[in-house]
């Protein structure tokens, strides 16, 4: 017999460029200060780089070519948002996140979460766009990230 789904889960919402990911609280390790990033030759736009954490070199990964900030918003200090990896890699259990903030708590319920995908092809590393009570936010496909960063940094 199957455990009932959970009516609320605990989620976060965690701005990156000019969108918010929206992922479960479990899905996040730790946030971090922003230090020290290791270029990746031939890397995408939103490959940053890799950055060191606890012993590992994880890729830190940035949602700008989803939705860019503003040119005139406010500064803010990048933090960075260590995710647990979805995929079986063992050479890459992390995935880390440029944040632009602090990244907010909430719980949802499926009456607070509404699909807004407008029938236009989803931008790379991106499963769904949503609205979070009054908020947009994006789905991030983080098998899809995962995929293409262990084949890419594998030729790295």
């Not at 990156?16 to 990033?37: H, Q």
């Not at 290791?38 to 070199?57: C, F, N, Q, T, Y």
């Not at 830190?60 to 990048?78: I, K």
């Not at 903030?101 to 991106?126: R, S």
């Amino acid at each position: 017999m199957s455990e009932p789904l959970p009516r609320e889960i605990r989620c976060v919402l965690i701005p990156s460029g000019g969108v918010r990911l929206l992922l479960p609280n479990a899905a996040v390790a730790e946030v971090i200060t922003l230090a020290g990033v290791e270029p990746v030759a031939d890397a995408p736009s939103w490959l940053l780089g890799r950055i060191a954490w606890r012993g590992w070199r994880i890729p830190l990964v940035s949602f700008d070519h989803v939705a860019s900030l503003p040119d005139d918003a406010p500064a803010q200090a990048s933090r960075v948002a260590v995710l647990k990896a979805v995929g079986q890699h063992p050479d890459m259990p992390y995935v880390a996140v440029l944040t632009h903030g602090f990244p907010k708590l909430t719980t949802l319920n499926a009456e607070l979460l509404l699909p807004t995908h407008d029938g236009h092809e989803l931008p790379f590393g991106v499963r769904a766009r949503v609205l979070v009570r009054d908020d947009t936010a994006v789905i991030p496909d983080l098998e899809e990230l995962e995929s293409t960063l262990v084949d890419m940094l594998a030729e790295a």
